[in-house]
């Protein structure tokens, strides 16, 4: 039913007033075929949606959709429907992440012109998450997200897989000749036979599983497989919450994405063996509600934190298991202890009041919080001479033989020069080199792609060496294993040390003791910076000029400095132009 106590809405200020702006407003309404009861005191829900034929695992998102304005109609609401652009990991170029602030910019600025009191973010592939938290955290209207699932899990040979880390696998064996073309055709044939995000513990899964943990969707939604039918009804309940979030005014993101929740968040990400990505994400979403989040908290938070959870590419099973074994809400009542239980989350409620009646552990999947698969959580951040701002590897999918190993470097300068020479016979490597790869960080790839887990070298495939220590100023992907010390801070284009390696010279990688160091003397380190000749900056114009201008450090997340919050900042600025009267022409 209408709510006759609605004038305080945002959107009350597009379709109350009854002058000429509020006739125009109305009328485009209207011309949709909306009577003027539709927006007539009642709240307007937008959905941010970010569905799209170029990803394929959002392509199930307009029945989600619909799903939700159900909801929306239901709890007395008016849904909108709004496209977003949408970045799919698979086959946008150069890389989905050079476009994460681009969509964020998109959802924030979308959300603040248009007359929502509450908006439903409908994510799922890897960076449309963080990307829509971004721009709904920057925006400060409540908001509730719904996300997609993962998809179903594949098999091949009878075998099952995980999309992404199998890929891997498979790809090394085929080079090693242990499988044929045939095989490989196979496989890509029945590698993803759903829609939903990626089946394992990739940076989907893992942004989506972190986002119940913020508090920012439904809790025991974020594990529902993408095709199971609770995930609709999950879209109809949070359609319904999104209402009584515009009707309330509140939350607002910021008021969820406070400190303790990035703490939990941080937690969840190490009991899970999550993806290295979510913590660039998480890195930047701190800074748009003005919390300087730090490398070091995830470190300390890692070493607190057991790995209760099973899943590849850390573990055995895939989400679709995790889910039938409780889900994420079952992960996060092991790890009450260690989390901040009285956050306040999307429901009104606190996170601990959502997992309270969480399923068991089945010692499978979901281990309890004092019989861990491992002792510590997944990734750890390393420091020293080579890295001096940090960076960071994921310890859980890594060869614990090579956690501490000393070296002789192997340069590539860039994605190009390891291509042409990763195989090349004459190529001087051993099973102790490190291989070493500059210029593929934030400005120098650019946009930080996901090319950390450098190949073996096919001739020691073929010897049965399936791991090296691997060491870049990129990212990885979330599905990808070894031992890669990814996010090199500051990079190489800027100026970072890893500008400064050789090839022959001596790493030392010590992951207990957090210290990634270029083992010669520091004023050689110097001296060589100092005559190092950065890379042109690979874009003059455009979006990629803007990103190349504003990109911040991995450290710091990747965003635009210009997008952090201000200290002074309005949490909820409306467009400029609304309270005035009519401003523009027809
Ligand atoms: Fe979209 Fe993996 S490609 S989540």
Known sequence: MPDPNTSHLRSARWFGPHDLTGFIHRTAIQAEGFSKFAVKDRPVVGIANSWSELVNCNIHFKLLAEAVKRGVLMAGGLPLEFPTISLGESLMKPSAMQFRNLMAMDVEESIRAYPLDAIVLLGGCDKTVPAQLMGAASAGVPAIMLTGGPQEPAYFRGRQLGVGTDTWKYADELRAGQITQEDFNDLEASAKPTAGH?????????????????????????????????RAAAAEATGRRAVEMALTSGPKPSEVLTEQAFDNAITLLMAVGGSTNAVVHLLALARRVGYDLRLDRFHDISIRTPRIVNVRPSGEHLVKQLFNAGGISAVLKQLDPLLHGEAITVTGETLADGYRDAAEPDGQVISKLDQPFDDSGGIAVVRGSLAPNGAVIKRSAASPELLKHRGPAVVFEDIYDLGRRIDDPSLAITEDSVLV????????????????????????????????????????????????????????????????VRDGDPIVLDVENQRLDLDIPDEEIARRLANVELPAPKYRRGYGRLFLDHVTQADEGCDFDFLHKLPDEEPQRLPYGLTSGWQGGW
Not at 204 to 224: D, F, R
Not at 471 to 496: C, K, N, Q, Y
């Open 198 to 230: 990626c089946s394992e513990m990739g940076t989907a899964s893992t942004m989506t599983s972190l986002v119940e943990a913020l508090g920012m969707c439904l809790p025991k939604t974020a594990s529902i497989p993408a095709v199971d039918s609770r």
């Open 437 to 500: 790869l500059r210029n593929s960080g934030p400005t120098g790839a650019p946009g930080m792609p996901e090319w950390g887990m450098l190949p073996i070298p096919e001739r020691l495939l073929r010897r049965g060496v399936r791991d090296l220590v691997r060491i870049s100023d990129a990212r990885m992907s979330g599905t990808a294993f070894g031992t890669t010390v990814l996010h090199v801070s500051p990079e190489a284009a800027v100026g970072g040390p890893l500008a400064a």
